[in-house]
């Protein structure tokens, strides 16, 4: 899926400071990311690598202590300079937005139907009527059986895996050509994780709609994704098509990664987890943020950062070592 | 609990609940010093008077024979009749009571009007000047004592500006209300303010809460956002502290109701305590439980309308 027309989101240099009473804390520190018309992209890193932040600060869903720098530019126009009534139109019409805890997402006191049909009253024309219509669509469409009874159902009457879907339905509801998720199955069970990212896949195909897939687990975006791009310490350090960066990873934090997760692969080999704590955001960070915990280090990676180039076809890493891996893998 | 359960089974409650301080209320009544004739003829009536007084009204029998015909007279709906005013229990709180309600509810009214809206502003404008502002005046009304509100208003608005009657009770309900509006005020300002703060607390909480987000990144008005959304389940728990300060409003009218001269069951009850007059203290006692126990009934009432969670 790579290659091939503009893209309809292109974040540039993106970074967001929260101001605390402990001082200032840069959570993104200048993202770049592209999504094309319908392709999936996955972003990935551990918990606090900014990938939320990066999420929500493309539809400047952050609280008042944040402060949003770069440009977001949807279908051309940057997102971060748009009008308040710009921006109010773009959310949920255009780009639409699940999270990770449905429990916690879904307003308690008001229906699912009502739920949906607020959305629709804000993006469509329809009467209500046709408002019902849809809505009962909708619940057909993320697969909830008895569609229109379940309408009138409150969110605390919903398992989880349901209220996820329901989650889904409502974020779908004026069909956007963009779905942010934020890590749309950590909270679920691991057998309903697959059925939600199966729907998930199946949505972007029928409806062309294209998705970021915030997630912290490999293997989802080994199934679900076109291009990845890896998160570290608010940075974008890895970024490329998944097959080829999972097979020759170009950043030590890319290839540290995959070497702590499980393979389904027949050779057997063990796991190494990643030593040490990423570094801290509240104070700026000098050469690679990875470097103290990086097998691979060298002595310029500690006070030099690497510059984010191109290493193979649509393949970009920020990595001193990155030759190294490369010659490592083709050694191998 | 469906509702219609709910009610039945709160309704029953009230029931032990109205034994008890039945029982609670018959011995604190005769635990006061005195006793209604003693109260009725003066210290210097003779001891024969008195005597024939206390027969009369059957005062001279023992504790619990007065408690069981006490509890038999309920039983028939009959409260007695008042020892200082010479009519039927029944007859007079009837009289009083509707006073004390439309006060209350008043009171209740006034105070909302002034808290949510005001608590909304604060919350929105967390920390900056409005909000300072807004809690710094709903300071002042909350440590500020009932009876000297009551008197500075009555100064102010009754005697000075002469736009509210002195006090006393009117004929038409405009006319009643207009009657009731400073005393309700009086009453609602420490009560508004409790609201207030407690449903600033509760919209401070819910903005941050994930739901507002996914709302916003649906592409909702701000508006919608802020009422549908914040205000309705901020309002959960606010409608409770309402509900649990029904009892404490009845309570600030007994002041109120004394600084205003209205014809309440507040003032009745202070009355009637310097009276010994047992069988008002009684029935008003048991009434008021009632009223309170109904408050709470129709608190979940409205919580289970506001939080479907509630009703289960």
Known sequence: ?332 | MSRAGLVLWRLLQIVPTFLLIGVTIFVLARLLPGDPVSAMLGDRASDEAVNRLRQQMGFDRSILTQFVLFIEGIARGDFGSSTAYRIPVTQLIGERLPVTITLTALATVIALVFAVPLAFVAAVKANRWPDFLIRGVFQVGLSSPVFYVGLILLTVFAAWLRWFPVGGYGETLGDKLWHLFLPALTLALSFSAIIMRNLRAAILEVLTAEFVDFARSKGLAQRIILFRHVLRNALVSTVTLVGLHAGSLLGGAVITESVFAVPGVGRLMVDSIFARDYPVIQALTLVLAVVVSLAFLVTDLIQMALDPRVAR
């Not at chain 1, 900014?50 to 126009?77: D, E, P, Y």
């Not at chain 1, 989650?167 to 697959?194: F, K, N, S, Y």
């Not at chain 1, 679900?224 to 970024?239: I, K, P, Q």
């Open chain 1, 1 to 332: 899926m790579s290659g091939g027309p503009d893209p309809i989101l292109a974040v540039e240099r993106l970074a967001v400071t929260f101001d605390t009473p402990r001082g200032s804390v840069r959570a993104v520190d200048g993202v770049d990311l592209s999504v094309r018309e319908g392709e999936i992209l996955g972003l990935v890193g551990e918990s606090g690598s900014g990938k939320s932040v990066t999420l929500r600060g493309i539809v400047r869903l952050l609280r008042a202590n944040a402060a949003v720098a770069g440009r977001v530019l949807w279908k051309g126009a940057d997102l971060l300079a748009a009008s308040p009534e710009r921006l109010q139109a773009v959310r949920g019409r255009e780009i639409a937005m699940i999270f990770q805890e449905p429990m916690t997402a879904l307003n308690p006191v008001l229906s699912i139907g009502t739920q949906i049909e607020e959305s629709l009253v804000a993006h469509t024309t329809l009467d209500d009527a046709g408002r019902k219509r849809r809505a009962a669509e909708l619940l057909d469409l993320v697969g909830i059986a008895s569609a229109k009874v379940r309408l009138a159902a409150y969110p605390h009457e919903f398992s989880g895996g349901m209220r996820q879907r329901a989650m889904i339905a409502i974020a779908l509801a004026a069909q956007p050509r963009l779905l942010l998720a934020d890590e749309p199955t950590t909270a679920l069970d691991v057998t309903i994780q697959d059925q939600i990212l199966k729907l998930l896949l199946g949505l972007c195909q029928d409806l062309g709609m294209a998705m970021i897939l915030v997630t912290h687990d490999l293997g989802v975006v080994a199934e679900t994704c076109d291009r990845v791009s890896v998160m570290y310490a608010g940075r974008v350090v890895e970024s490329g098509p998944v097959e080829a960066l999972f097979r020759h990873p170009r950043h030590a934090y890319t290839h540290a990664l995959l070497r702590s997760m499980p393979h389904g692969g027949a050779a057997r080999q063990p796991l190494v987890p990643i030593p040490g704590q990423p570094p801290r955001l509240d104070r700026p960070v000098e050469g690679c943020p990875f470097a103290p915990r990086c097998q691979l280090v060298e002595d310029r990676c500690r006070t030099v950062a690497p510059p984010f180039e191109p290493v193979g076809p649509a393949h970009a890493a920020a990595c001193w070592a990155s030759d190294r891996l490369a010659m490592a893998e083709g050694t191998a």
